[in-house]
């Protein structure tokens, strides 16, 4: 038996879900109102309906309620000048408290039967006061929501060093881990500002690339290390990972361009044969 599976996005930005269409007639861009477990919210369809094997989808799928209606189009108006309200009173209150929180984005659920309030903060916060100023104010449930500095590019979206829109806006659905080590495989600079992206974190795109030049530098010695070369022993000054070139500075002040074949280790650091 096969079943109808779509995937939608959450607002503009984040990953996508898969959801059962059952028997709607769903094409990308159309908005509809799916089930979570916050409760009904809006979403937009990211690829249209695939047929897969029943056996191949997980049982705890959920399902597209349907298309959205020209009433619920007036609902999503009238929560955006809500949330805008709701984002400044918010601001206020948690300036009035001196709370250690920086509030990110308010967003009501489609049916405003509940208000989620992400914020970012360095530890944990006890926010029971201000949940009941918002709650007596909009009488409505309110979930305080803590999110990284990450998540809050994302929701937030911008431009990064390259000129393009955040990758973490656009399509990247989780975010992977990203190390200092993948910059220093890339012979990339390390100053934090050139490294960071907008969230201040290492940026992602270090990671799209890291095998390849891991898979690349197999084979090239390490700069800093005293080599032998066809030209007289020196010692290993920068390294073009991409052209596999190896520039060598000579005892007698030259630099020397070469492939990693033509080098060898100084005598004295080549292992000793195995005697028999």
């Not at 990064?160 to 955040?166: A, D, Q, S």
Request: with cysteine; glycine share 6%.
């Amino acid at each position: 038996m096969l079943k109808r599976i779509v995937e939608i996005r959450f607002g503009d930005y984040g990953r996508t879900w898969k959801y059962d269409a059952g028997t709607l007639f769903l094409q990308k861009n159309d908005k509809v109102m799916v089930d979570t477990e916050s409760g009904p919210v809006s979403a937009t369809i990211i690829q249209p309906p695939l047929e897969v094997e029943d056996d191949q989808v997980p049982p705890e799928i959920r399902k597209v309620t349907r298309k959205l209606t020209p009433e619920d189009y007036r609902r999503i108006e009238k929560n955006v000048e809500k949330e805008g309200d709701a984002y400044r009173f918010c601001l206020e209150r948690i300036e009035a408290r001196e709370l250690p929180m920086k509030l990110v984005r308010v967003k009501f659920l489609l049916d405003g039967s509940k208000a989620i309030f992400y914020f970012t903060a360095d530890g944990r916060i006890d926010f029971r006061e201000l949940v009941k100023d918002l709650a007596h104010r909009f009488h409505t449930r309110i979930e305080m929501l803590q999110i990284g500095v990450r998540d809050e590019s994302k929701m937030l979206t911008g431009f990064g060093l390259c000129g393009r829109p955040f990758c973490c806006s656009t399509w990247i659905n989780k975010f992977n881990p990203v190390s200092i080590k993948m910059a220093k495989d890339q012979n990339l600079s390390l100053n934090p500002s050139k490294v960071s992206g907008v969230c201040g974190r290492l940026m992602c795109c270090l990671a799209y690339e890291h095998k390849f030049y891991v898979e690349m530098k197999k084979g090239m010695p390490k700069c800093g290390k005293r080599v032998e070369s066809p030209e007289g022993p020196g010692k290993v000054s920068r390294l073009d990972i991409l052209s596999r070139k190896v520039y060598v500075n000579l005892e007698d002040g030259r630099e020397v361009e070469m492939s990693p074949e033509d080098i060898e280790k100084p005598k004295g650091q080549r292992r000793a044969k195995p005697t028999t």
